[in-house]
């Protein structure tokens, strides 16, 4: 087992990306780390859901996002993966 980075204790992950990054070891050496696939997150939210997250979204994006400085560092572990979400997303960036 391997220790999860410092802070992290929830994954939020599609099983593609999961598949075609070929994490599935990784993910499974987490220790004290909760995984969610985005997959199961999908039958939970209806269409008022759907419309109320993107209206929050667009019209108050800055309370979405933590706010930092352009000079903070992005990540403090070793490693950071970028992930971008879409059907197309076949690389692991690292």
Not at 22 to 32: H, M, R, S, V
Not at 39 to 45: G, H, T
Not at 56 to 65: K, L, S
Request: aromatic share 8%; net charge positive.
């Amino acid at each position: 087992m391997h220790a999860s980075p410092p802070g992290v204790q929830t994954i939020l992950i599609s099983r593609e990306f999961v598949e075609a990054a070929k994490l599935k070891p990784d993910l499974a050496n987490l220790e004290n780390v909760q995984i969610v696939y985005l997959e199961d997150l999908r039958v939970q939210f209806g269409l008022w859901d759907t419309l109320w997250l993107m209206g929050f979204a667009c019209w108050m994006p800055a309370w979405a996002v933590s706010r930092g400085r352009p000079d903070d560092p992005a990540h403090s572990a070793r490693r950071c993966h970028m992930v971008a979400i879409g059907p197309s997303t076949r690389q692991r960036h690292g």
